[in-house]
Each structure stands twice: as structure tokens, then as C-alpha cells.
């Protein structure tokens, strides 16, 4: 299975998702079913899939302006681009949650 954000086909206007880095990656990386240790390690293994993906701005951009609920985008978790639509510099909230 392929992770979500890579459902859509190939075609404009969403074409940049054919260059995601997540194509072949298993979604529950990025879309983990429950809270935990094991959900946190999954999060973190999605977050270093997109620090190397050529459209993670884009992404990101989109989820954003989406207001996209869960999983993963552009290298934030949903809590973290709750952040960012709030002002908080995602550095702060790592800050504080200690990591
Ligand atoms: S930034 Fe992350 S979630 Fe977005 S397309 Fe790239 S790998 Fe997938």
C-alpha cells in the first residue's frame, strides 16, 4: 500500500506528488492508527523520509493551507502544523516537548 499522499494521480495540478518521497513508503509511517511508543517511532521514521524528499516545501504548503487533521506533511506532525498556523516556531514546541 502507498502512503496517502501519493493517492491521487499524477496529473496537474497535484503532480508534485509523483516526486514524493513517501511514494513506495508504508503509510502507517505516516498515519499511525494509535498514540504510543510505537506510533512516535513511526512519526519519526516519516519525518526523516520527507527531510529527504525534493517537495517537501510543497507539501507542506498544502497541507497547511488544507488544514490537513493527521498524519505527517511535509516533515511536520498535525500538533506541529497546529503550531505553525499559531505562530509557535516548530523549535519552541520541540523545545518543550523535550526533544
Ligand atoms: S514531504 Fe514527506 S509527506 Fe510530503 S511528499 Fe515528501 S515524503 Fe511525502
Not at 488544514?67 to 516556531?89: M, N, S, T
Amino acid at each position: 500500500m502507498k502512503a496517502r499522499h501519493t493517492s491521487e494521480t499524477p496529473t496537474a495540478p497535484r503532480d508534485w506528488r509523483a516526486r514524493a518521497a513517501c511514494r513506495e513508503a508504508e503509510p502507517d509511517l505516516f498515519f499511525p492508527d494509535e498514540a504510543g511508543h510505537r506510533a512516535t517511532r513511526q512519526v519519526e521514521a516519516a519525518k526523516r523520509i520527507c527531510a529527504g524528499c525534493e517537495v517537501r516545501v510543497v507539501c507542506l504548503d498544502e497541507a497547511v493551507t488544507d488544514r490537513e487533521p493527521y498524519g505527517v506533511w511535509g516533515g511536520l506532525d498535525e500538533f506541529e502544523r497546529q503550531a505553525l498556523l499559531a505562530g509557535i516556531a516548530v523549535a519552541d514546541l520541540s523545545k518543550a516537548a523535550g526533544q
